[in-house]
């Protein structure tokens, strides 16, 4: 029998809680739960050597330890600091803690766009949260932005480089849970991107959770691009029986159409179980899942917005009193209107003026995508922003 | 106890002769009507003359373009989730190459819809705009027969394309920009 390892008392703002050893201080203040947890944009609890990229999770620590009292001279990065018994940090309650959040906020900005009106990653984007949260009203940045080329990296997944904040989870998806590793980060500092080398396209079976990941919209799912906004479709969550991965996903729905397909989100916005790229690219129809029911949504959210819950519809009265006669409606909105004529949830890739007028097959086409052999974008150009 | 001033008790005393007669009730109702020909008149003649609307006025919803005639809605939904009547639908699509005159951003409405039967006039939807998209102009829904005329499309939204038609363009945009901001 291992002896019953020793529990560290931490104080996370003024909140008292003990903790296995080994404990980050980010993972305890978890365990606290509420505001005193701080934001992580880079680290991830499922991926080994993840975090201390982004520093937002800058926390003060007060006092080291019981055994050596002095604070620490620096901010450290909660993900990558552990806990020592007696140990006293200060989150929220330190406004230095705060000011030093809203710089990094600042700084994680100076080279992201301001599209998201155009971004897929919209209503559930970890930096548009933080940034609301933490950031500055406006930027002081006055030098032109890093854009890039949007390309496709494989069939599925499409790299906006111009929106990467250079997190690196979606390299250690690749390396830790895919085992077969295409992209890396490829030069340095300023000029860093992350890229397929020599054109290669991603075609594991699971390289899908990239998309997952990502904490801004820089790895988006192709077949799901521009199809809707998050917040207008409808969260289920629903399992199939699948051969390579559990099958336990949250589908996305539009009336009866799956739009998108993604895998279950922990409270921190983790990946619960990790899916494969059967279920989340090529499941599309509803015959295709065994729903279980709706996703629990933060009542906050924006998710959450124009869907209604424990609505009550009052009884159709003509019907009972005319005696079982239905109403004549002088326009059912459903003959008249040219929106939602399109199965969207049938194409691969993003709709285009075709599709609506003529031909509900057709998709877009990336002029950069990465098979013709145009990937690395070395100019550093964006020819699909003109305004940035 | 009384509110205001303006109630009156109701008399249901018998009526006297004077008022029994009932000729000098009718003339002074009489003198009451034919007073009002000399008074100004208080209605116009619409589709002549026409009232100014007041600077705020918010009327039927024009799509904007941007001067150089592109189409400015990237259709990223933000008017149709601040629509409290839910009257806003609409569907995105990418641009594709050979399309960068057409539209401004990457994305755009495909198709856009307003329900005029639903919509309340509140311009949350101008509000929520983050692109200068959708202005709420000075003019109204245009009178229909059908129901189905007041769902309005982008060909009934569209402001006229400043670079074909700048007249047009300058006639439908009115005081946008100009005295409200």
Known sequence: MAEEQKKLKVTIDNISIEVEAGTSILQAARQIGGDVVPPAMCYYTKLQNSGGKCRTCLVRVAAGSDADPRPMPKLVASCRTNVMDGMVVESITNPAVLEARKGVVEFLLINHPLDCPVCDQAGECDLQDLSYQHGAEATRYEFKRRTFERIDIGPYIQLHMTRCILCYRCVYVADQVSKEREHGILDRGDHSQIATYIQESLDNEFIGNVIDVCPVGALTDRTFRFKNRVWFTKPLEAHRDCPTCKGEVRLWMRGDEVLRVTARKDQWGEVQEWICNTCRFEKKKVSDWIIEGPTRVDRHSVINTGHYTNVVKPNETIARVMGGKQPNLLMDIHHVTEVNKVELSELPGPATNETFNGKPASTGTNVTDVKKGAGRNLAGTDSTNPNV | MQLTNRKKELDRKPMNFWERLYLPAILKGMAITFSHIFKK??????????????????????????????????????????????????????????????????????????????CIFCGLCEEACPKDAIYLTQTFAKANYARKGFIYDKDDLLIPNPVTDPEGYNKAKGKIGKEIK
């Open chain 2, 41 to 118: 008149n208080p209605t116009i003649n619409y589709p002549e003359e026409k009232r100014p609307f007041s600077a705020v006025f918010r009327g039927v919803q024009i799509l904007n373009r941007d001067e150089e005639g592109r189409e400015r809605c990237t259709a990223c939904g933000l008017c149709a989730v601040a629509c409290p009547a839910e009257a806003i639908t609409m569907e995105a699509a990418e641009r594709q190459s050979g399309e960068e005159h057409l539209y401004r951003e990457e994305k755009y409405a495909a198709k856009y819809e307003i329900n005029m039967l639903r």
